[in-house]
């Protein structure tokens, strides 16, 4: 982790107001607004209905969603404690499964965005990270 990142994860983990925070990776995007009837409607279907109108509106606005790296800063007691690391002595929330292939990236903060680093390759999305094709 670069300087700048620390600086700002640790800047969020402070301003959190969580009493354990911890951060993680997450993808982020803008978000729509909803039709309030739309919204009405969805809290009195099923699981399997809203299930099907968050993929079909999913599939709807992909293009437009513009994903991008962020650190999220959530209570430490939401993860289980195997899923908690320890990167430049701030604490992570990293899924077990992928903790050991964390020392392949360098998370950066550049202009406002998180990035991570690894070689020459730069992922901009957390989905890209693994993905020939990512920028």
């Known amino acids: 982790m670069t300087q700048a990142a620390a600086d700002e994860v640790r800047a969020l983990l402070n301003s959190s107001g969580c009493q354990q925070p911890i951060a993680t990776l997450i993808d982020e995007s803008q978000s729509f607004p ?11 279907a099923g699981g399997e ?3 099907a109108f968050a993929m079909r509106d999913y599939r ?5 969603l513009n994903f991008r790296l962020y650190v999220g800063i959530y ?3 939401k ?3 195997q899923d908690v690391t ?3 002595g701030l604490a992570f929330a990293i899924p077990h499964q992928i903790i050991g ?4 990236y360098t998370l950066d903060y550049v202009d406002g965005q998180f990035l991570l680093k690894s070689d020459d390759r730069v992922f901009v999305r957390l989905m890209d990270v693994g993905n020939e094709d990512a920028v």
Do not use: G, W
């Not at 709807?60 to 437009?64: F, I, N």
């Open 79 to 81: 993860f289980e404690p």
């Open 101 to 104: 292939h964390r020392s392949k």
């Open 34 to 44: 909803m039709a309030s009837e739309v919204a009405e409607s969805l809290l009195n």
């Open 60 to 64: 709807e606005r992909q293009a437009a």
């Open 75 to 77: 209570e430490r007691h």
């Open 86 to 88: 320890s990167i430049e």
């Open 49 to 51: 209905e809203r299930f």
